[in-house]
């Protein structure tokens, strides 16, 4: 059985409160059809267009689309090639199966094809689309794509019944036939490297596009090490700096230019003495970012090579220049982006089981970690008036536009990149620690380097204490240089050394280093470890009046076991690692048939990993201890896997977190399904280990560390302000010592005393968790037969069961 909320639909507006919609009745059954498209460059002449474009997570939508259409009861369809195959017809048409969406999770671009379409921009060839819709019933459609394909498909609608009456005229359809059909509804996920899509905090292929992107920053970085060179890189972003402007802060890039924030006159001067100042500082690398869509503030392009020539003529530097066109777009979608899809995929499907005749088309967008409906044209409105404002040249307002996320970066961007003089430095006279603790996480030294270099830009002197409260009881503490962490965003682990030790046996030694440095603040980047020691240090402030001080604690652990915070940083790179490993593990068994893989993942007593990971990987069964299992769970799953095994589903894999249960080992766990597969499958196991904590730090990660380290060095500004009252510092209360985490849809200070109550310290884990919420989703991916609350996507509110059997009602996505 799968549970749906049907009964009220609510669609948030862009510009006024949420509306309550009334939606089909709980009896409803759909047949749903998929089109993939591709945004169309509306500002070019068709001739001159470039092909469609595809990107990576694609299918990963298409996949949940049609397993959580099937899975309802409903029919799904495949429209191949896009708006063209609507239009033509015939074997574009399709119907899907479960097993026809199988092993495609890794697959870049789309298996069901997208291709430009003059033709439905025309009356006669949207009267073509909607008679081939109507001869397979379908009026439900989930498109894929960018502003303009859904733009194509809100105006299909509009004309929907006055189409089926030319075809009744026409004597193509009968009577019957239009009033079975009489209603078109249309939900859209956004698809674009770009990530040009107001309304949303990322779309499909975004993450993916910077992972190709860093993949070469890094490359080239390492090429660089014993070359004193300069580098130009043009990445995409005709009309949206995204990718450039997140690509910059994910590198470190000394200069970057993006359509959304021209450079005023005298910006070659301003670059050249930048480049300089940092080749005097013995960097021996200078990385400039261009989007192609770059412009300066009176419209004129600026490209690559005329960035080139001016290094070259001003400051004889030994400069290249890469384009890494097409690459962006190209090769295996992130974690990120399949468990993206995968959410605005069933997301998709909820949203058309519930449209009415008066429901407005609607787009599935993600806010924060929550996936919301927004309705489209709204959506596409806002992203037009993007382009209009940067036409006018009112850029300010076009960075407004693009959204809270996109203006967060821009500022960061800005302040990381604003390197003063020292004379032009306020002088705070405060002394701020950064340190790390706990489990060394990839992302950590992004979020050192982001809050010393916003430190010293407010006036501080930055200190950094090697090795957690160990090095900090031992005096190892230093001043640290904004030159001194020149470099650190693409270091995996802890390159300030990292420990599990808690302070509490030497508090009264810490209390002496911090006298001895004249310590005004602490900012502690780690685990549960620094979860912990933060709270030891202060319900110490009544003893030791060195600890009333600012406090501030970002969470930075594979794990993402804290409380207060729904991500960590680090957890996306071990995520990556995960679902790369699952993939090579899968792509070993091509040649085999029927095999099972086992693998154990990290995360303590917490399951983020493994249940994200198997979502990512496309796992059929995941095992963790915040979901108690018994011998009859480990049975059925086999009898399942079994059962699956029996038709076209020739691999399976299943994952276990480490400890899932003390007793069901994955040893255990490989013996048995071994012995209870014997004769259908054979077995394999993989523990994956400290791998999953090492690499490179992926974008996510180093964009997540940077931000949340520069927010949490400016609540520390703010607070030393605020508690220095007659010349000396006092922070006493419970709001000076906090938890900087991600909730929801935004980044919120808590203070550590008030997590208490929400924290499961004998298992180091918060007490609620929101990703249990994605284990329903999980497991109706995987086949299996379990209730789905919408009530975990944010938008329904009333419980009404769906009956997951055929249906005659001729209706479709």
Known sequence: MVTLRQEKCVVTSLNSAPQQLSSTSSDSFFHFTLVSLQPVVAVLSPTNSPPFLRFPGMNAAVRAVVRMGIYVGAKVYFIHEGYQGMVDGGDNIKEATWESVSSMLQVGGTVIGSARCKEFRTHEGRLKAAHNLVQHGITNLCVIGGDGSLTGANLFREEWSGLLDELLQQGLINEEAARSNSELHIVGMVGSIDNDFCGTDMTIGTDSALHRIIEVVDA?????????????????????????????????ADWVFIPEMPPEDGW??????????????????????????????????????????????????????????????????SAFDRILASRMGVEAVLALLEASANTPACVVSLVGNQAVRLPLMECVQMTQEVQKAMDEKKFDEAVRLRGRSFENNLTTYRLLSNRKADSELPNSSFNVAVMNVGAPAAGMNAAVRSAVRVGITEGHKMFAVSDGFEGFYKGQIREIKWGDVGGWTGQGGSLLGTKRTLPGKHLDKIAEQMRVHNINALLVIGGFEAYVGLLELSASREKYHEFCVPMVMVPATVSNNI???????????????????CDRIKQSASGTKRRVFIIETMGGYCGYLATVGGLAAGADTVYIYEEPFDIRDLQANVQHLTEKMKTTIQRGLVLRNENSNENFTTDFIYQLYTEEGRGVFDCR???????????????????????????????????????????????????????????????????????????????????????LKLRPLMKILAKYKTSYDVSDSGQLEHVTRVRPKESNTSSAI
């Not at 070659?268 to 192609?292: G, H, P, T, W, Y």
């Not at 207060?564 to 995960?578: H, K, M, P, W």
């Open 220 to 252: 080239i970085m390492t090429t660089a090490q014993s070359h004193q060179r300069t580098f130009v890189l043009e990445v995409m972003g005709r009309h949206c700096g995204y990718l450039a402007l997140v690509s910059a802060l994910a590198c470190g």
């Open 563 to 581: 409380p207060g915070s729904d991500l960590s940083i680090g957890s996306d790179t071990a995520l990556n690692a995960i679902t790369d490993t």
């Open 268 to 333: 070659e001067d301003n670059m050249c003495q930048k480049l300089s100042e940092n080749r005097a500082d013995k960097k021996r690398l200078n990385i400039i970012i261009v989007a192609e869509g770059a412009i300066d503030c009176h419209n004129k392009a600026i490209t690559p090579d005329y960035i080139k020539d001016l290094v070259v003529r001003n400051l004889g530097f030994d400069t290249r220049v890469t384009i890494l066109g097409h690459v962006q777009r190209g090769g295996t979608p």
């Open 685 to 771: 196991k993989n523990i994956l280990g400290h791998m999953q904590q090492g690499g490179a730090p992926s974008p996510f990660d180093r964009n997540f560390g940077t931000k949340i380290s520069a927010k949490a060095i400016q609540w520390i500004t703010r607070t030393l302000k605020d508690s220095f009252k007659g010349g000396k510092m006092f922070a006493n209360s419970e709001d000076t010592a906090c938890l900087l985490g991600m909730r929801r849809r935004a980044l919120v200070f808590q203070p550590v005393s008030q997590l208490r109550d929400e924290t499961d310290f004998v298992h180091r884990i918060p007490k609620e968790q929101w990703w």
